[in-house]
């Protein structure tokens, strides 16, 4: 029987922010702590604990509508554990700066809706 592979992650942050302008274009700035966990696949489990910087535009396309770009950095600690079919056990603990894949960080397109 073929298996399906289900996956599941929680990211969850805090943090400040910093806004500069007050016409329809206005840039920002702060930072986050963040918290996650993961399920990558069957008897597997992630955590992860970072921090991470960001900068951005927004412009004010309607009052409480704005379209904007974001750049974030991070540094993250992450822990990696994991069982194989044949009982065996592995554990990874890594130290990541940037995106994990490319070492640079995350750019983001932004549609924000403000109550």
């Given at each position: ?7 599941f992650?929680?990211l969850?942050?805090?943090g ?19 918290v ?6 069957k ?5 992860l604990?970072?921090?991470q ?17 974001q750049y ?5 600690v992450?822990?990696?554990?994991s ?6 056990k592995?554990?990874?603990?890594g130290?990541n700066?940037g ?6 960080g995350?750019a983001?397109v ?6």
């Open positions: 029987a073929n298996e399906g592979t289900t996956q992650g929680l969850a942050g805090y400040k922010e910093w806004r500069k302008g007050s016409t329809r274009l206005q840039g920002f700035y702060g930072f986050d702590g963040l996650g966990f993961g399920i990558p696949q008897n597997a489990f992630s955590f604990i970072g921090a910087g960001f900068a951005g535009a927004e412009y004010f396309v309607f009052p409480k509508v704005a379209l904007g770009a974030a950095y991070g540094v993250f992450k822990h990696e554990s069982e194989d079919a044949q009982g065996n592995t554990s990874k603990f130290f700066i995106n994990t894949n490319s070492g640079f995350t983001s932004l549609l924000n809706l403000y109550f």
